[in-house]
Nanobody
Framework: QVQLVESGGGLVQAGGSLGLSCAASGSIFSINAMGWYRQAPGKQRELVAAVTSGGYTNYADSVKGRFTISRDNAKNTVYLQMGSLKPEDTAVYYC??????????????WGQGTQVTVSS
């Protein structure tokens, strides 16, 4: 089993910055990709940003140029630095990881979610 523990989040004014981190632990052989999703009230969960083990990144158009995803492979940790925040960034942010276990099975795991609220 794999656990994803998120930290960060909170309340920030529009235009401000906030950082999230997510550490994976447990039965991990390797992690293929890690990323962040978000879900606002009444909306579907959407990809915010993702990063592969090789450092390839992918961002939602709505956050390009404002958010930066990074990863520490040695610590199995992914970070999301959010800048120029807007009220529409308000959502619960979920960490996601695609993990190879010691049986060579690829499984997806989710964090518990952390609230990000941007006030106008």
């Amino acid at each position: 089993q794999v656990q994803l523990v998120e930290s960060g989040g909170g309340l920030v004014q529009a235009g401000g910055s906030l950082g999230l981190s997510c550490a994976a632990s447990g039965s991990i052989f390797s992690i293929n990709a890690m990323g962040w999703y978000r879900q606002a009230p009444g909306k579907q969960r959407e990809l915010v940003a993702a990063v592969t083990s090789g450092g390839y990144t992918n961002y939602a158009d709505s956050v390009k140029g404002r958010f930066t995803i990074s990863r520490d492979n040695a610590k199995n940790t992914v970070y999301l630095q959010m800048g120029s925040l807007k009220p529409e960034d308000t959502a619960v942010y979920y960490c996601n990881a695609l993990v190879f276990d010691f049986n060579d099975d690829l499984k997806t795991y989710w964090g518990q979610g952390t609230q990000v609220t941007v006030s106008s």
